[in-house]
C-alpha cells in the first residue's frame, strides 16, 4: 500500500522559512514525478513545484525563487524549502504524484505578517 506523509508545517513570520518533508513507503519515490500542491480552504488546489524522476524541477510563478523542491533518494523522501514566506503562501500543503493519486493529510503552513 502506497502511503505518503508530510510534515515540517507551523506558523513562521513573513519572510521566514520552513522546510516540508513528504516520505513514502510502499513505493519507490526516485521512479515518479512528486509534486507539492496547497491549497487555501474555499479555493481549488494548486501545483506549485514539482521534481521529475530525472531531478529536473518546475515551479509556480508565485513561488520562484523562493521554494526549492529537491528529494533524498535513499530515504525516500522529497523536500520542499521554502524560504521568504508571505502571507499568501499559507496554506494545507500536499505531496502527491503528477498527476495526483488519492490525497493524504497534508500539513499546514500559517504565515503571520
Known amino acids: 500500500q502506497v502511503q505518503l506523509v508530510e510534515s515540517g508545517g507551523g506558523l513562521v513570520q513573513a519572510g521566514g522559512s520552513l522546510r516540508l518533508s513528504c516520505a513514502a513507503s510502499?513505493?519507490?519515490?526516485?521512479?515518479?514525478?512528486v509534486g507539492w500542491y496547497r491549497q487555501v480552504p474555499g479555493k481549488q488546489r494548486d501545483l506549485v513545484a514539482t521534481?521529475?524522476?530525472?531531478?529536473?524541477?518546475n515551479y509556480a510563478d508565485s513561488v520562484k525563487g523562493r521554494f526549492t523542491i529537491s528529494r533524498d533518494n535513499a530515504k525516500n523522501t522529497v523536500y520542499l524549502q521554502m524560504n521568504s514566506l508571505k502571507p499568501e503562501d499559507a496554506a494545507v500543503y500536499y505531496c502527491?504524484?503528477?498527476?495526483?493519486?488519492?490525497w493524504g493529510q497534508g500539513t499546514q503552513v500559517t504565515v503571520s505578517s
Open positions: 502527491n504524484f503528477v498527476p495526483a493519486r488519492s
Open positions: 510502499g513505493i519507490f519515490f526516485s521512479l515518479y514525478t
Open positions: 521534481i521529475t524522476r530525472g531531478d529536473t524541477t
